[in-house]
Every structure is written in structure tokens, then in C-alpha cells.
């Protein structure tokens, strides 16, 4: 890989700790409002209105209509046109003295000051009125306390208050962090809202492709034009180029043999299209394998006229809640395969967006997170993703045990260079050094 213009690393998704991201979200929730409402996405993702409107009244709150500013710009002009020393200094006393005269009565007599009456003083008794004899403290009413007990009382009853606040407190926030969890990929892929009739029905089908099953094979001139189109609009090919032989070969044959064990989910082990149909129309298709230990995803093509719902994101989200979906019945099943990861390729880089995602190491054959393998790959095409020392647990150690197809014979290949002295162990070596050492002892090398 080394050697390679773009080395390749294998990446997985673990599906089973899967979280979106935000702009995931966004995706799942336009492709919802889309079903509901007929509602397609604006061009430059509709944000750019909402925000204009928001500066707007911002900005009507803070300046002023242009009849406001004239009239004060008036007023600034009179004031500092005036000249201070034209001002009558009289009319300022005049202002001042106006509200502090005092108001005459009919009689001509003045209110507020003193009249010729003077009004007698009250007499004060000097001497203390005697208690009269009582029959003691009321036995009906409780006992009086001294100050320094009610203010003990008044402080107790404060903190009983807090800590009973405190605890309301606590329990709202344990509430709201329950209610404010993040939701899991099956909550937020929304087909249809309660109570209200979607504009557009979306249906998904898992259909066998190889063997071919009959339904696959009601299908395949829907999916095979549907693939054309896609390759020429989105790739550019000539149209003689997607034929139905090359369309067959790419995405129909496969080297799985299916399977229907116990363990196995409802539809078996092997090959599958998952096919998207709107309203009845195919719009995508899917094509994935389904393997004891994952969902290994190998090609999308959908309608070019749907770009707008971003079907390869939305597919991808799909696949991954497919994946946790076939957990529940075959616990074996963890794990969400993208195919390959090329970090010089723009159009590749994207299968690191689905968190948690790891790549595998070449040389270490161990998953490294891909978070940490992003700035070796920034800084080099290819390197050991691995930081430790740990060997090579595929590494031949002896090429005695590596089998050997001649003359429709299996031997390992000590056994076969008895028969042929002109065996070439370096070919042998490079060959098992390529495969690891679980393959080579399992796989046949064919030799002549």
C-alpha cells in the first residue's frame, strides 16, 4: 500500500454506539418534511431568509423612523442656535417662584400660615395610668417566647425551605437531563407523524439478488434503468458504458452462497438490494451483503431528479439503523462495513463522518478510531496506524504449511517442493505475506 497513489484503508462503523451528527439530523429531518408536507429543501439550505428577518427587527428596535430623527435633529438646532445671554433671567425667577406661591382664599386670607386663632394644646396627663388587676397570661393562647427562640424557629424553617428547594431542584435537572438525551438513530428516522397524512409514502424492500429471487426479478428492468441513469448523469459515463451485462456483473453476481441457518435472521446470509420506492417509484437502491458479524455495504445509485433529499447520506443512516435492527435478532451482527476509506479522495472521506468509525492498520491488522489516524493520513498517504509495537499477528513464520494446489492435488507446500525442485520461495513468501497466515493456510496457491 505503500507503493499505492491511494492507499486504501477498511473502515467500519460500530452501530451499536451510532450517534448522528448535526447535520445527519438536519438530513433525516428535511427527508421527513418532505413525506409529510411536500416540502423541498431551499436552495442554500433556507437559513439565509430566517436570518435576514431577524436583522431586521433588530434593527428596527434600535433606530429610530426617519419622522423621529428630524424632529430631533429640529430640536438640536434650536437649542444650540439659542443665545444664552438673550434669555430673561425675570422669567427663569417668574418659572421657578410660580408653583410656591401661596393660594389665596376667598376671604383673602392666605392658607399654610399661621392665623390669628392659635389652637389650644392638647393636655398631657403626666401621671401613668395604674394596670388594673388581671387574671394572669391567657391559658387558650400559646406561651410567649423569648426572641432568641423565634429567630432559632425562623432559621431552621429557612433551611427546611432550601433543602427542599435543593431537592426540587436536583430532581428537575435529573428530569430534564432524562428528557434532553441525545436520540438514537431509530427515533430520529420519522416516515409518518401520528394523527396526520403524509404527503408521499416511502417503502423499503430487501430483496435477495443473488441467487436471484423473484421478486429481485420483477425488479431488475426498474433497477438497471434507474442505474444508467445515474451513472451518466452523476458520473458522466457514455451511455453505451452502463449495459446491462456490466450492470449485472458489477452489482448482481456475487461469490456469496446464501445461507438460512438457525442463527442466521429471517432472510438468510448473502447478497441484497435494498430498493427505496416513492409513491411507488424506485428512487434508490441500496446493495449490501449481510455477513454473520455485519452489514457490509457495496454500492448506492439512486434518481438524479431526488438529489435534494441526500439520498447517499439518508441511505447510509438507513443501512446503519438496518444493522442495529438485525442485532436484536442475531446478537452476532454488530457492525456497519462502508467498503473502503481513501483520505486523498474527497469523494471517499465522507464514510468518516459516522461516528464511531474505525480503520483498520495494514500492519498491525488491529481498528484504530479514526480520529486518530486523520492527522498521520494529512501527513503522509500511507501510513502505520498502530502506535505500539505490537507485531504482526499474520506474519509467516514458516512457509511449510501453506497449501498448494498441483495436479488437482492439496499438499502443504513443504510436501510439494519434494516434487518440484524448482519451487520459488520468494513468489510463496510475497504471496502469503499478501494474504496473512489464517489465509494461507486455508486458501490454495495454484501451482504448475
Known amino acids: 500500500m505503500n507503493r499505492m497513489c491511494c492507499p486504501s484503508y477498511t473502515i467500519r462503523c460500530e452501530a451499536l454506539r451510532f450517534k448522528a451528527t448535526k447535520s445527519q439530523k438536519k438530513i433525516l429531518k428535511r427527508f421527513t418534511r418532505y413525506l409529510m408536507y411536500d416540502e423541498k429543501p431551499r436552495a442554500g439550505g433556507g437559513g439565509a431568509e430566517g436570518k435576514q428577518c431577524s436583522d431586521d427587527k433588530d434593527i428596527s428596535d434600535e433606530v429610530a423612523s426617519p ?7 429640529l ?29 389665596t382664599s376667598q376671604s383673602g386670607e392666605t392658607k399654610g400660615e399661621g392665623s390669628s386663632k392659635t389652637q389650644q394644646p392638647n393636655k398631657v396627663h403626666d401621671e401613668k395610668k395604674q ?73 423499503i424492500r430487501l430483496v435477495r439478488s443473488s441467487p ?55 432472510c438468510g446470509y448473502g447478497s441484497f438490494h435494498q430498493q427505496y420506492w416513492l409513491d411507488g417509484k424506485l428512487i ?37 439503523a438496518f444493522t442495529r435492527l438485525l442485532h436484536n435478532v442475531t446478537p452476532s451482527i454488530e457492525y456497519y462495513y462502508m ?26 491488522f488491529s481498528w484504530q478510531p479514526i480520529e486518530k489516524c486523520r492527522p498521520k493520513l494529512d501527513a503522509n498517504k500511507y501510513s502505520r496506524l498502530d502506535e505500539t509495537d505490537a507485531p504482526d499477528p499474520e506474519a509467516i513464520d514458516s512457509l511449510d504449511r501453506v497449501l498448494v494446489l498441483y495436479k488437482h492435488t492439496a499438499m502443504p507446500y513443504i510436501q510439494y517442493k519434494r516434487f518440484n525442485s524448482s519451487a520459488d520461495d520468494d513468489q510463496v513468501k510475497e504471496y502469503a505475506g499478501m494474504v496473512g497466515k489464517t ?10
Open 284 to 320: 434508490a437502491v441500496g446493495v449490501i451483503d449481510l455477513l454473520p458479524h455485519c452489514v457490509s455495504s457495496v454500492y448506492l445509485f439512486y434518481d438524479p431528479d431526488y438529489q435534494f433529499l441526500n439520498l447517499g447520506t439518508y441511505s447510509a443512516l438507513r443501512e446503519a
Open 439 to 448: 489465509c494461507a493456510e486455508r486458501m490454495l496457491l495454484y501451482r504448475n
Open 339 to 364: 467498503g473502503y476509506y481513501i483520505h486523498s479522495c474527497q469523494k471517499m472521506k465522507y464514510k468518516g463522518n459516522y461516528y464511531p468509525s474505525y480503520l483498520v492498520c495494514t500492519e498491525a
Open 75 to 103: 430640536a438640536d438646532r434650536d437649542v444650540k442656535g439659542l443665545d444664552p445671554s438673550a434669555i430673561d433671567a425675570s422669567a427663569i425667577v417668574n418659572e421657578k417662584t410660580k408653583d410656591k406661591t401661596p393660594e
Open 131 to 203: 394596670p388594673k388587676p388581671g387574671l394572669g397570661p391567657d391559658p387558650n393562647k400559646p406561651a410567649c417566647k423569648k426572641a432568641k427562640q423565634l429567630r432559632l424557629e425562623r432559621k431552621q424553617q429557612r433551611l427546611a425551605q432550601r433543602q427542599e428547594t435543593t431537592n426540587a431542584t436536583q430532581t428537575s435537572k435529573a428530569t430534564k437531563r432524562e428528557t434532553n438525551a441525545p436520540k438514537c438513530i431509530e427515533e430520529l428516522i420519522v416516515d409518518s407523524l401520528p394523527g396526520q397524512e403524509p404527503k408521499h409514502k416511502l417503502e
Open 212 to 266: 436471484r429471487s423473484p421478486e429481485f426479478q420483477d425488479t431488475f428492468a426498474a433497477e438497471y434503468a434507474l442505474y444508467k441513469k445515474y451513472q451518466i448523469t452523476i458520473h458522466k459515463d457514455p451511455p453505451t458504458k452502463p449495459t446491462e451485462r456490466q450492470f449485472t456483473r458489477f452489482l448482481v453476481d456475487s461469490p456469496l452462497q446464501p445461507d438460512d441457518t438457525e442463527d442466521a435472521p429471517e
Open 67 to 73: 419622522s423621529q430623527n428630524s424632529e430631533r435633529q
